[in-house]
């Protein structure tokens, strides 16, 4: 009998991952300035389904309390942190 294993899908997914934040994070720094090395530390931690999300939005934030309020409201992060 075969056994089929998500392995390799998440390991594309995980390799995926690391390859998009980069931009990602290139891509909020552009409206928004320079993130806080906590915010981006914070940002490696995200899951790639979040990321995803994130990535369906950051085209709308213009000011960096958008990505704030993003954050808390869909990740329940703290905003104290990053000021």
């Known amino acids: 009998m075969r056994y089929v294993t998500t392995e390799p899908f998440t390991n594309f997914n995980q390799t995926l ?9 290139r891509l909020l720094q552009r409206p ?27 085209l709308n934030f213009t000011t960096m309390e958008d990505l704030l309020h993003w954050l808390q409201t869909n990740l329940s992060i703290s905003l104290i942190i990053y000021f």
């Open 17 to 25: 991952f690391r390859g998009f934040l980069p931009l990602f994070l």
């Open 32 to 58: 928004l300035g320079e993130l806080s090395p906590q915010l981006q530390k914070h940002m490696q931690s995200i899951s790639l389904n979040q990321l995803e999300t994130l990535g369906e939005t950051l």
